[in-house]
C-alpha cells in the first residue's frame, strides 16, 4: 500500500445498508473516508458524523454512479480532502427483479448505468487517478451461478463485473494495485428485504447453513480485508461471502 500517514477510501452508496457499514469498518482501521450518496444526504451526512465523532476522517458527498460525470467529480473530492485515493469500493448498485420477457427498456438501461456503467467509470477513474498499491474492490453478487428466475439483467450485470475484475487485475498488478470483488449472498438490507414477505425471507434463511440472512457487518469485515495490506497477495479473485449458502 502506498505511504502516506493516512489511506483514503471512496465508498459509493455508502449512506445505508453495506455501504454504510463499509465506511465505518475502514474509519476504525484509521483510513479516511469519502461517503458517497445519491439522493440520502442526511443519511450519508450521518454516517460521516458518526465516524468523525469516534476520531475518524470522513465527509458526504453526492454524486449519482450512474451518470459519466460522479466518478471524476467523487476522485476530485476525495483528493481535495484527503490528498489522494487508496481505495475504491464500487459498493452502489440497483436491483429490480421480473421476467426477463417483461423487462422493461428504461428499467434494464438504469440497472446497466448503475451496476456496470457506474463500476466500469470507477475502475477506470482508480485505474487513471490511484496511488499505487492501491486497492479496488467491486460488488459482485452470488446469484451469479444461480441464475434465477426474475435475476437475468441483475446476474447479467455483476457477471459483467466479475469479468472486468479479473481483467483489471492482470492490467493493474505492475503498479500494486489489487482488484478483487466481493458477491455476498442474501444479506439483510433494504435492497434486498424490499418487496419480500416474511415467509420468503424465513425461507431463505433456511438455505443458508447458519440459519440467518447475512449482516451489513459481516461483508464489511471481508471488504475491510481486502483493502489491507494482509491481502497483497489476493488478487484478481471474487469472494462469495455468502455463508455457504451456494
Known sequence: MSQQSQQSAIVTGASKGIGAAIAKQLAANGIAVLVNYAH???????????IQHTGGKAIAAQADIGDPAAMPALFDAAERAFGGVDILVNNAGIM???PLAEFDDAVFDSQVAINLGGVFRGMREAARRMRNGGRIISFSSSVVGLYQPGYAIYAATKAAVEAMTHVLAKELGPRGITVNAVAPGPVATELFLDGKTDTQVAAIEKMNPFGRLGQPEDIA?????LASPDSGW?????????GGVI
Request: aromatic letters at 4%; charged letters at 25%.
Open 40 to 50: 440520502g444526504r442526511e443519511a450519508a451526512e450521518t454516517v460521516a458524523a458518526e
Open 96 to 98: 429490480k427483479l421480473t
Open 221 to 225: 469485515r471481508v471488504v475491510a480485508f
Open 234 to 242: 489476493v488478487n484478481g479473485q471474487v469472494i462469495r461471502a455468502n
